[in-house]
């Protein structure tokens, strides 16, 4: 391996080398053009670089002192392997960087297999079995995003009240807590500023979105109160589509708990009601406009039942593609 002297400024580690280049951290040194001017073996082979290629070349990658970033590199046939790359000052005349590599392709295969054990946990928090009073078909939907882990994940609940009334909510919050406040308050705006107040407490650094709906059967209103959530949809029987902007306030956790506004209208027989969570109409090169105009367009009065409305909802705005977002859908249809 070429080994450069050190030159007049540059520090001497003559008496290093013996020992980094007995070590399994992979170690460089490059000078404030970012050029490699000394690699163990170790980091030799992480990289997969032979040292002529190496050393007296430009590293290629921006180096940030006091940070730690993870690189992807060549392992064996098409595998990829983690290096996690932290970046440090060293003392001189000049100033010199020490890199120091190790590979964490262990932890990769954890973070996916943790990525599986949270999407399977997500899955077991959702409805197996939706709720059934006379005159009113529910179904929903959840698709996994292909993004990060969320803690809590976007989630929906279907909740029969003990006065024959049904609580819809839907979100990006995990929400046993709601059940329990659903059951004990009467109104959309008081349970949602109970959670707020519960979220406040206890994790005060999080946000999250949520609207919760209240539908009397008997009387065929829909109340409701959104936190910063997307804007449910009401298509009725004659075509006609509503987004419900009323009794919006900010998401939970935004600010100290405060009291929340609702929103009550009619249902006609006939309607659907959709609640569905940001990653549904989200998209990178649109604006937000464009997605909320798409779901209007696919969901029509046409559709026969919830599940089929469904199925239209996902063909029509995510086709065959995963999202890069979860998206959770959940649909009521009154007979």
Request: charged share 20%.
């Amino acid at each position: 391996m070429t080994r450069p002297q050190a030159g007049p400024h540059e520090p001497d580690f003559a008496l290093a080398r013996t020992i980094l280049e007995c070590q399994a951290v992979g170690t460089l040194v490059v000078d404030a053009d970012t050029v490699v001017t000394y690699a163990n073996p170790s980091a030799i082979q992480m990289l997969g670089v032979p040292a002529e290629r190496l050393i007296g070349q430009a590293f290629g990658l921006p180096l940030v002192s006091h940070s730690v970033t993870d690189i992807n590199v060549p392992g064996q046939g098409d595998a990829v392997r983690t290096l996690a790359m932290r970046v440090s000052e060293l003392s001189g005349g000049r100033p010199h960087r020490l890199v120091t590599l190790f590979d964490v392709s262990g932890r990769a295969r954890l973070y996916e297999h943790e990525h599986r054990l949270v999407e399977t946990l997500q899955r077991s928090l959702l409805l197996e079995r939706m709720p059934e009073l006379p005159g009113l078909h529910l179904a929903a939907r959840y698709i996994p995003g292909e993004g990060a882990i969320r803690v809590g994940g976007d989630w929906y609940d279907a909740i029969l009240l003990p006065d024959g009334r049904l609580g819809l909510v839907i979100g990006d919050v995990a929400g046993h807590a709601l059940r329990a406040y659903a059951l004990e308050h009467p109104c959309p705006e008081e349970v949602v500023h109970r959670l707020d107040g519960l979220l406040y407490h206890l994790e005060p650094r999080a946000l999250a979105t949520m609207v919760y709906l209240i539908y009397d059967p008997s009387a065929r209103d829909l109340a409701l109160t959104a936190a910063g959530h997307p804007y449910p949809l009401v298509v009725g029987p004659d075509g006609a589509r509503q987004f419900l902007r009323g009794g919006r306030t900010l998401p939970l956790g935004a600010a100290e708990p405060g009291a929340r506004d609702a929103q009550t209208i009619s249902l006609a027989p006939g309607s659907t009601l959709v609640l569905y969570t940001d990653g549904l109409i989200e998209r990178r090169n649109a604006p937000l406009d464009y997605g909320f105009a798409e779901l209007a367009r696919v969901v029509t009065a046409e559709l026969p039942d919830a599940e089929t409305t469904c199925e239209a909802i996902l063909d029509g705005l995510l086709g065959s593609g995963q999202p890069g977002d979860d998206v959770a859908i959940l649909v009521m249809r009154t007979s």
